[in-house]
């Protein structure tokens, strides 16, 4: 590796930290590997993950506890559902990103964070399996899933 494909990889991920190293690979003409091993071995760059934080408002604090004390309630009545396995995922119709596959390069832990408004345009699909069956998949389209539609949703 010449000392010029090491600045010039220097330079783009300065440029731009949040670049992945396979459009630094396409932007700088070299391979993925080259570039990965440039930053890892020879700038000591590391990939940090970025934390996704919801902004939560004070109401909705109170909704929370609210839910878990009448779902706490009706897990001692008999004849309620015992799930054995649910999940649920959220895709933003808008294009973002799902923060698994981002991350930032740096020689130190930049702590960076990403604040997303909630309510955006996206679909949300839940799918459970109890001892009886396999419920769902469901999707929601709302602009957020209330208690109304996961109730007629069950």
Known sequence: MSDDNIERVREAFLRNHRKSVARASRELGMPKMMVWKVLCRRLCFKPYKM????????????KRRDFCEEMQLNMEENDFIR???CYEATFHISGKVNVHNVCIWGTEQPHAQIEHQRD???????????????????FFTEAS???DSFLDML
């Open 51 to 62: 934390r996704l934080l919801q902004a939560l408002t004070p109401a909705g604090k109170v």
């Open 83 to 85: 799930l054995i396995f």
């Open 120 to 138: 955006s345009s996206k679909v949300n699909v839940f799918c459970a399996v109890s001892c009886k069956k396999v419920h769902g998949p469901f």
């Open 145 to 147: 899933v209330t208690g």
